[in-house]
């Protein structure tokens, strides 16, 4: 953005959008929508990532066309146009809904306060999947959205010029001008669109003459910009999917025997201990016919260990495995240095330095003809490289997901969906459904805002975990609750006046019953194989000053589980509820970290390791 053109003491007002095509139906009929959603930049991080604070609005239903009634003259083009008039339609839906931004300069806005503001809107971020983003910039398949590398350029090691608005409205210009008219095809005809779309595929573009942010890089926008940096890198589909999709079956082509038994890995991962915080792949994951983020989340942290000392995952496999996970978890930082940033790049270098290896030891197959593949014409393996700059040009990526909007279809979609009656002209009625349910919110609020009386978090919408639930057995009642606890971090987050949770010492969660209630002192060290217990117990009551152990130690009340609340560096990292276990059944006693008294929250110095035998 020109810092000129924004007077002095204006508000920036930074637009992020996101968008992303969902299904409507299950298993049949096939009816899709393709909502668009709007948040603000000012809101801050956390609260656009806690979707039910409702940072986002629906901004539209953008149509999808089903089908072309006009005549077409060979099958080819019936097979292809209506992909084409699809992008056609979708640069026009899009002209009319940031025409508002279109010339208007800034303009006087009330805030929260009551105070008014001279404002500059600024289309900023926009979050969606490769797909779209190729749609968006008007761009053809297998390219790279950020550099001009077409296809055959993406394993290229050189460096491309970097890509812009003016760059691809050049190629777009580029294309028209070298169409030679036909006889008898007239411009703008349904002939003129399948020449020109044919022309711009040889050139890389994705056959739309007239992108909808043609005009954003001009005098006409309040605020210049260039969508190809509007758009934000994806964490979901350009981070996690790859993982998925190309690492793990890549990785299993190569560690599997292939003949006919229990997969390697799937047994590796069978065989792992279960670990707090840690899910337990009992089955494996060649069973998974669909991977979900939370699959591919829990994966990510198993599936280097699982490999390792496999039969035939060599040192370099690792490594590159190693390398590609490494970029994982660095791109998800929620803040970033450039000591951060040179990891990044480091590792995404050793990443395309050892990643030949899965061609070597034929990992890497064709889907179709089983064959080995000795190239890496993979878009999402190709957008690693650009990470750094992103970051640099946008801030962190932890906020910049596909996620979020993927979450909001459930809310403003598919739930509005089913309140429909399924039939043509379903969309008004989604659209009347959800403009009435937000309606009813905002009476909500005022309401609470008004009586002062602020209604509890949703069921099932919090932070942390329910006792209960996936990580716990759910014995008693809670002492001091985890699910309290909850609720006083999303308080403290709204800017409610509540007790602070490691300050007022709330920071565990105890079931009020233990799980071995009254337990004899030699029962206990039998039980739970702590020999050394009954004299580690003598010393610490000698350094109190105390002779022997008291008769109220006789029998101790023991839990086999806890909860702890994680501590964070900074206001930006929510808290994370971790369960500690001591289970003599089980076999299983969690490693933890001891603070011995100067540890600093970052890092591991001041930290002693430790495995934990008993709690009472």
């Known amino acids: 953005m020109e810092k000129s053109k924004a007077p002095r003491g204006t508000t920036i007002i930074p637009i992020i959008v996101a968008s992303d095509k969902t299904t409507l139906t299950s298993h049949t009929g096939g009816r899709m929508a393709h909502p668009l959603y709007l948040t603000l930049g000012n809101i801050r991080k956390d609260v656009r990532a806690s979707i039910h604070r409702q940072a986002y609005l629906l901004l539209a239903y953008i149509p999808i066309l089903s089908k072309i009634k006009q005549k077409l003259r060979n099958k080819t083009m019936k097979k292809m146009m209506l992909g084409i008039l699809s992008k056609w339609l979708y640069h026009q839906c899009l002209s009319k809904i ?3 931004l279109k010339g208007q300069g800034s303009y006087r806005a009330v805030d929260a306060e009551g105070f008014e503001r001279e404002t500059w809107r600024v289309l900023m971020s926009w979050v969606a999947d490769m797909e779209e983003v190729w749609m968006i910039l008007g761009l053809g398949h297998f390219v790279c959205p950020f550099r001009d590398a077409r296809k055959n350029d993406l394993d290229s090691p050189n460096e491309f010029s970097p890509r812009t608005s003016t760059s691809v409205k050049q190629s777009i210009a580029g294309v028209r001008a070298a169409m030679t008219e036909a006889d008898g095809v007239e411009r703008g005809s349904m002939d003129d669109t399948w020449s020109f779309a044919q022309a711009a595929k040889k050139a890389g573009l994705c056959g739309v003459e007239m992108p909808f942010w043609g005009w954003m890089d001009g005098d006409e926008a309040e605020a ?19 993982f998925a999709d190309y690492i793990v079956p890549w990785t299993q082509n190569i560690v599997d025997d292939g003949d006919g038994g229990e997969s390697e890995i799937d047994l590796r991962l069978r065989l792992q201990i279960p670990r707090s915080g840690f899910r337990h792949f009992t089955n494996g994951i060649s069973g998974f016919s669909q991977w979900t983020q939370s699959d591919t989340r829990d994966l990510e942290k198993e599936f280097l260990g699982a490999i390792s000392g496999a039969p035939r995952a060599t040192r370099q496999l690792v490594q590159a495995t190693r390398s590609f996970l490494d970029y994982i978890y660095l791109a998800t930082y929620p803040y970033h240095t450039e000591s951060t940033l040179s990891q990044l790049e480091e590792r995404t270098k050793a990443f395309e330095d050892t990643r030949p290896i899965y061609v070597s030891l034929g990992g ?31 801030g962190t990526l932890d906020g910049s997901s596909t996620e979020g909007s993927e979450r909001l279809h459930i809310d403003l979609v598919k739930e509005a969906w089913r309140a429909s009656n399924h039939r043509d002209g379903h969309l008004l009625q989604m659209i009347r459904w959800v403009d009435l349910r937000e309606r009813i919110d905002a009476l909500e609020l005022y309401l609470c805002w008004r009586d002062e009386a602020w209604p509890p978090e949703k069921a099932g919408e919090g932070d942390g975990e329910q006792e209960g639930g996936r990580d716990g057995d759910g014995d008693g009642e809670r002492e001091r609750g985890e699910g309290d606890m909850v609720k006083k971090q999303t308080a403290a987050q709204k800017g409610w006046n509540v007790p602070d949770p490691i300050v007022d010492n709330v920071d565990y969660s105890l079931n009020k019953r233990p799980h071995l209630p009254r337990t004899a002192l030699g029962n206990m060290i039998t039980l739970f194989e702590i020999p050394d217990f009954l004299a580690d117990l003598l010393h610490y009551f000698k350094t109190k000053s105390v002779g022997g152990i008291p008769a109220a130690f006789a029998n101790l009340d023991v839990w086999t589980q806890f909860r702890i609340l994680l501590p964070v560096p900074n206001d930006f990292m929510k808290p994370e509820w971790r369960r500690i276990r001591a289970q003599p059944a089980q ?10 008294g100067d540890a600093e929250v970052v890092g591991l110095q001041g930290y002693s390791v430790g495995e934990l035998r008993l709690v009472f």
């Open 98 to 100: 940031f025409s508002p």
């Open 224 to 242: 210049p910009v260039d969508i190809v940096k509007v758009m934000s890198y994806d964490l979901l589909h350009w981070c996690h999917k790859p």
């Open 364 to 394: 890497r197959l064709s889907e179709t003809t089983g064959e080995v593949i000795d190239s890496f014409l993979i878009p999402k393996l190709h957008i690693p490289r650009h990470i750094t700059g992103c970051v640099r040009w946008k």
């Open 587 to 596: 076999k299983i006693f969690d490693t933890v970290l001891v603070n011995d």
